[in-house]
């Protein structure tokens, strides 16, 4: 097995556990490992700390598997880990949840893998060499631990040209998922496209904030931006809104939401659907002096990277600026970031400017984040991405 040594002092992270090897603090490779082959890590006097899967073309050059120095990494580690994983979620399916996350990367000492059942069928993304090397066993490992219909490979994401690897989709495992696939959370249903929707299909990752949402809009004017297939504007009539209006620019993604709607037995005079950019279309209803009780603001990953978190602090605050305009006293608005780069402290400071700017006061209610299926494994802060404010504005 190959040997990575790493450079003196950089070995700190590694000690508190944290997974990743950046190039950096890497002194010197010992043989010639390809992509995804397991090397042996030793600090720069020589000391074993464990072992991880080696990726050449990455930034982070390796990412650890164990800190056990006499870890095999073989089929049976690959069995465990996941067994391990679908056994932590144990008891979140139900008859009445029938989807959630299986498998979360690095929180559950997978790196790279996500895998998250809709219903009878497995949909998973392979995002590092290390998983990808070991793709056929995690698949057969899943399909004995998680017994399903079909398992289809969602790894059709940019992220794959860091590790040196093309974007793939297709079945995996057993029968092709249909076109749509019917998922329960809680009273609410929604058809999941696993071959087209975003990411694996759908977002398992606001499952608590939905519940949320529902409870808090009893009798409730409700405006739903970025709403992707109408989780949130479902929740909200669920919970007894009287309209929800929901905004997003994907026509794919709004006629979803309409199937969704008549599947929860809710006609079009309780659902507006526009398609629109919501930064535009806010303003739009300023002019025409419209306003809601509850707005939920849940827009895609507006900072990708560290580098663009000004640029992306900016739009934060532009929406939940212009989200307050319509809010009533007493109103109250769901801000969410899923910026991994933003982190919670600089969420609410975004936050408190844009009502400062607004004219508005209020209070925070509840402090938000992503549902106990995407844990954060407490050497990798990292896993935490989604973070939501709820204020009740005066
Ligand atoms: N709230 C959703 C997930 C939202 S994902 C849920 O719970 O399922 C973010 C959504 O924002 C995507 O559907 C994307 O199509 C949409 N989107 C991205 N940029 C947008 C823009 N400028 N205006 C409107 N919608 C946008």
Not at 232 to 254: C, E, Q, R
Not at 261 to 287: I, S, T
Request: aromatic share 8%.
């Amino acid at each position: 097995m190959s040997v990575i040594k790493l450079s003196k002092g950089r070995d700190s992270s590694l000690l508190r556990r944290h997974p990743w090897i950046f190039s950096g603090a890497i002194d010197s490779v010992d043989g010639e490992p390809a992509p995804g082959d397991t090397v042996t890590v030793e600090d720069s006097r020589g000391k074993t700390l464990g072992v991880a899967a080696w990726s050449p073309t990455s930034q982070i050059r390796a990412r650890m598997w164990s800190f056990d120095t006499e870890a095999v990494i073989d089929a049976g580690f690959i069995h465990e880990r996941l067994r391990r994983a679908i056994a932590r979620r144990a008891g979140l399916l139900s008859a009445t949840r029938t989807a959630c996350r299986l498998v979360y990367a690095e929180s559950d000492g997978f790196p790279g893998l996500i895998v998250d059942r809709y219903g009878d069928y497995l949909s998973c993304q392979f995002l590092s060499a290390g998983a990808e090397f070991w793709r056929d066993t995690i698949v057969a490992a899943l399909a004995e631990l998680s017994p399903c219909r079909g398992i289809y490979e969602r790894s059709d994401v940019t992220v794959r040209k860091h590790e040196g690897l093309a974007q793939r989709q297709g079945l995996i495992h057993g029968e092709e998922p249909p076109a749509l696939v019917q998922i329960q959370e809680q009273d609410r249903l929604f058809m999941v496209s696993i071959q087209q929707g975003h990411k694996t299909g759908y977002y398992l990752d606001q499952f608590d904030n939905r519940s949320l949402v529902q409870r808090m809009s009893a009798g409730k004017r409700v405006l739903n931006c970025f709403s992707y297939t109408g989780g949130f504007g479902i929740a909200a009539l669920k919970g007894g809104a009287t309209h929800v209006t929901n905004v997003d620019s994907s026509g794919p993604a709004l006629e979803l939401a309409g199937e969704n709607l008549a599947l929860n037995d809710f006609g079009p005079e309780q659902a507006d659907l526009v398609q629109a950019n919501v930064f535009e279309y806010l303003r739009e209803l300023k002019n025409k002096n419209m306003s809601y009780d509850l707005i939920v603001l849940d827009p895609p990953k507006f900072a990708e990277t560290k580098h663009q978190f000004k640029k992306a602090a900016r739009a934060y605050k532009d929406i939940a600026l212009q989200a307050a305009q319509l809010l009533g006293s007493g109103g109250t608005l769901v801000n969410f970031s899923c910026s991994g780069a933003i982190d919670p402290a600089l969420f609410q400071k975004i936050t408190a400017d844009a009502l400062l700017d607004a004219g508005r006061d209020g209070r925070i209610t509840h402090y938000l984040h992503q549902a106990e299926d995407h844990p954060v494994a407490l050497p990798f802060p990292e896993a935490l991405y989604l973070k939501g404010l709820v204020c009740v504005l005066d």
